[in-house]
């Protein structure tokens, strides 16, 4: 620690520091109109010159200036005053003179200076520039007329964002910001992330949905993104009972960064398609009904269900998207008030598979690692992650640790973005990635790249696991992959070799029929190396919805109560039957694949299905579209109607994130508070209310009566969450598991000991098989389906914002120019695709990032859905979860253009 003092007020600063860090760790207040906190020093603006006694110039800027034993700072004399009225004297000579214009107005940090040190407007007899506006992004505005050239945007868009589009152009007075060869923004390679908006200090860049004039809103309330895993924090800016714009909160692990959804994509919350009313099936039409009758209808059809079949012809759906309490709430509805364990979510579609293989192979099947860890790394290996689209923050966060020094290392069938940073790329087929891991771990353990003291200390089942991984040389694993065996090699050594490396994998790796191998492949290959359980390491899965981590942690699995403890463990039964006060059924209840094969038998007669919407998002649509169609009596609950709700007999209206408390739970295991902003529409109700009167009505009433008390009853009995409490979580988000009182959560899983096996971790050998439907004659490509950065889930949500319309609002299949000319098709036609199952119409992009002989089409699109050509075959025999990633598909030229293709929303 140094002694320095500023204004006579005497500081010890640590070493290092700068007088800025100094001044506003003392709460001294300096100007800057450039500076961005984690960043490199900059001191473009000279905004922040302070006095430095004995200095050569006599003046220093605060904050490219270290600290130094005995400095003294003066930071505002009148010498100061004087040097910062010039220099905004300067800014403001080119700026125009329109504050009263400007939406910025309010917020403006250059207007707000000019207040501060009594500038107005200063003539100097300039022409003034005059740049056109940029207006082709649909999100946010350029107006360069207004630009300071203060650099944050570009600085933020390179160092932060890491997209690199923005920098400066010109010189002397035309000089701008812009993207690369002077495009406008929505031509460019810009992803619409809005953090340049966000670090802009006045007018020039600024939503285009931006009210007038500027300080609009009155209200901000801390939330968290609705959008994916992440569990980005962010403010709801809020005019009366409208949302009006999203900042990043610069306390998450996002630390005030967001991608497009989550900055812009908030418009679907007063959106009018929105369900204000019940609606009950009568004479073959929905028709609005109170909420009454809506839950005399449905409980009538349940205990009719019940009566006539037994309470496993009854199941539910519950949802990644609703809060840890409502997912709390809703399995203990089927347990306790129905008596059936079928109970699940799309975490079956997802990370069944993770959470399956990494319970068996580490005791806990999370993230083990943080995000905010990333920045650690000395190696980086992604698999089967599209990172900077389907977890964009995350995706930033690994391009920034790139830029710092880690060395990165991406094995998935597409050049995806990560690819282009990569050290090594291995662009493998899909289904072989068993056989790529295995290979690696051939290569560790040949070269005695090994960690042998860890596996000693820490690991069981290593001799079988190395006699499995001998049998798997790179030239085997090449053949089966389809890349080259040196590419195995050199990704295996610089994994092994690293201090510290952190695995990254997604559905790229999990929906397979092999998933839960692929990630046991890929935990041994972690332990192989001694790299879990500890900092800067880890294997972790980014798991996909806002909430999907809280849902399997609130036990909606049909295996599973809260907590992972098992229903067929007869201890776990009795506590909960205790708890709960209801004898619980014993044999765990159908996965959520396996329910719609049974509904397709006709054996399931009520199913409750809260936020999902399986008619889009499960394999084999036609399949689940007899299966729905054969219900009794189908329930929806939702905040949009859905092609789900269509097959329904009742439809609840649900308010959204932003209409109710509760907490989410996200994919580093971080729990947070989400807080009701505005009132929903109409009749619409949160799904906690609904839940507890349900409860209520089957004679099982809940003690709680709100979010606060329902989370102090699953904190109660789900070890991982027994210490957090309302209050703490009020105050930060706290990563399980976080067992007592005052424990302030875990940031890295496993650092003492596993959870199974007398504190040891496992190896499971595994072997590398087909997929179950390879390519074959008839069908000779392989169709990979995924998510894109613009669109959500199956776009009940993205698909009401127009911007997002906008950039993706059709469908589209991604194939290899290769390919696209051995069948024939040309880039932008409309195509047809071809499985067993059924045929869309979808128009193709021809792409040299895609592998050869694989077709990429992403999931959201109802005009051409996807999983019409997936299958539900074939399902990962641990994890009941589908292999969406590989269907035998063949392609065909399509109708010359089918203009109604877009799914305008
Ligand atoms: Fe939301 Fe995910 Fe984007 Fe963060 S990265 S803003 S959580 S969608």
Redesign the pocket.
């Known amino acids: 620690m140094l002694s320095i003092s500023i204004d006579g007020k005497r500081l010890s600063v640590p070493e290092g520091s700068t007088i800025l860090d100094a001044a506003r760790g003392a709460g001294i207040s300096i100007p800057t109109l450039c500076h961005i906190d984690g960043l490199e020093k900059y001191g473009g603006c000279r905004l922040c010159m302070v006095e430095v006694e004995g200095s050569r110039s006599g003046v220093q800027a605060a904050c490219t200036t270290p600290v130094f034993e005995g400095m003294v700072v003066h930071s505002s004399s009148p010498e100061v005053i004087d040097l910062r009225k010039s220099v905004l004297s300067m800014i403001l000579a080119e700026h125009p003179a329109d504050c009263f214009n400007c939406k910025k107005m309010g917020e403006c940090r250059l207007h707000e200076y000019c207040a501060e040190y009594g500038l107005v407007k200063i003539e100097t007899g300039l022409e003034k520039t005059n740049f056109p506006p940029d207006v082709s992004n649909p999100f946010f505005s350029l107006d360069r007329n207004k630009c300071i050239l203060c650099g944050k945007c570009v600085r933020t868009c390179e160092s932060l964002q890491c997209s690199d589009v923005l920098c400066f152009a010109g010189r002397g007075r035309s000089a701008r910001i812009s993207p690369a060869f002077d495009l406008p923004m929505g031509k460019s390679e810009c992803v619409s ?1 809005g953090n340049c908006v966000a670090a802009c200090p006045v007018g020039a860049l600024l939503p285009r949905d931006r009210a007038f004039p500027g300080a609009q809103y009155v209200r901000k309330v801390k939330s ?9 924090r ?1 403010e709801l800016l809020l005019k009366g009972n409208r949302i009006v714009g999203v900042k ?1 909160d610069q306390d998450g692990v ?1 630390e005030g ?7 812009f ?1 908030y418009g679907f919350v007063g959106h009018p398609d929105r369900l204000t009313m019940p609606l009950l099936r009568k004479d073959g039409v929905l028709v609005e009904v109170e909420w009454e009758e809506a839950f005399e209808a449905m409980l009538s059809a349940l205990k009719r269900t019940v009566a006539g079949s037994g309470p496993d012809a009854a199941a539910g759906l519950s949802s990644a998207r609703c809060t840890n309490e409502e997912n709390y709430l809703f399995q203990k509805f089927f347990r306790a008030a129905v008596g059936t364990n079928n109970v699940d979510h799309c975490a079956r579609l997802c990370h069944a598979s993770t959470v399956a293989g990494l319970a068996r192979s580490l005791g806990s099947g999370a993230m083990t690692n943080s995000i905010p860890e990333i920045l650690d790394h000395d190696v980086i290996f992604v698999t089967g992650s599209n990172t900077t689209e389907t ?5 930033a966060r690994i391009k920034r640790a790139v830029n710092l020094g880690a060395r990165l290392i991406v094995a998935d069938p597409r050049a995806i973005e990560l690819a282009d940073r990569a050290e090594v790329f291995i662009r493998l087929s899909p289904g072989s990635n068993v056989a790529l891991y295995s290979a690696m771990a051939n290569v560790i353990i040949a070269e005695g790249l090994a960690d042998g003291a860890y596996i000693a200390a820490r690991t069981e089942g290593f001799s079988a696991f190395a006699a499995q991984a001998a049998a798997c040389p790179p030239e085997l694993a090449a053949s089966i992959c389809g890349v080259d065996a040196e590419d195995i090699r050199k990704a295996a050594r610089l994994y092994a070799n690293a201090a510290k490396a952190g695995i990254y994998y997604a559905m790229g790796v999990t929906q397979h029929s092999t998933g839960t191998e692929g990630v046991l492949a890929l935990s041994n290959l972690a332990l192989l190396c001694g790299k879990v359980g500890k900092p800067g390491c880890g294997i972790n899965p980014l798991r996909g919805q ?1 909430n999907v981590q809280g849902a399997c942690d609130m036990g909606a699995l049909p295996g599973d109560y809260p907590g992972y403890a098992k229903v067929a463990d007869p201890r776990a039964r009795s506590y909960f039957s205790e708890r709960w006060g209801a004898s619980l059924p014993e044999n765990p209840g159908l996965a959520s694949t396996e329910l719609i094969e049974a509904a397709a038998e006709g054996k399931i007669g009520f199913l409750y299905i809260m936020g999902e919407n399986p008619a889009l998002s499960e394999p084999d649509s036609k399949l689940v579209a007899r299966a729905l169609g054969k219900i009794d009596f189908l329930v929806v609950q939702d905040i949009f109607s859905t092609e789900t709700a269509e097959f329904a007999d009742l439809v609840l209206p649900a308010a959204c994130f932003a209409e109710k408390d509760g907490t989410f739970t ?1 994919t580093d295991r971080r729990v947070q508070r989400l807080r009701k902003a505005v009132a929903a529409p109409g009749e619409a109700r949160d799904d906690l209310s609904i839940l507890l009167e349900l409860l209520r009505r089957m004679g099982k009433p809940d003690s709680a009566a709100d979010a606060a008390g329902v989370f102090a009853e699953l904190a109660s009995e789900t070890p991982q969450y027994r210490g957090m409490t309302w209050e703490r979580l009020d105050v930060t988000g706290i990563q399980w598991p976080c067992p007592e009182s005052g424990h302030p959560g875990t940031k890295v899983l496993h650092e003492k000991g596993f959870a199974g096996n007398g504190g040891k971790a496992l190896f499971v050998p595994v072997e590398w098989k087909p997929p179950f439907e390879p390519a074959d004659e008839e069908f000779p490509l392989v169709l990979t389906t995924g998510r894109n950065l613009y669109q ?1 889930h199956t776009r009940t949500m993205t698909g009401r914002i127009e911007g997002l319309t906008r950039i993706s609002g059709e469908a589209y299949a991604e194939m290899h120019p290769q390919t696209a000319a051995a069948y024939g098709l040309a880039d932008n036609s409309m195509i047809r695709l071809s499985s067993r199952r059924g045929d869309i119409q979808v128009r193709l992009r021809v792409r040299a990032h895609v592998k050869p002989g694989v077709v990429f089409v992403p999931f959201h699109y109802s005009r051409s859905p996807a999983n019409r050509l997936t299958h539900a075959l074939g399902l990962d025999p641990y994890a009941k979860i589908p292999a969406f990633k590989v269907s035998a598909v063949r392609a065909s030229p399509g109708e010359a253009d089918r203009g109604a293709s877009s799914d305008a929303g």
């Open positions: 992330c968290v993104c609705p959008y994916c895993g992440v569990g980005c962010i990043g996002n960064l967001l991608c497009v959804k989550g900055r994509a977890h964009p923050i995350i995706g806002n996200n959500y």
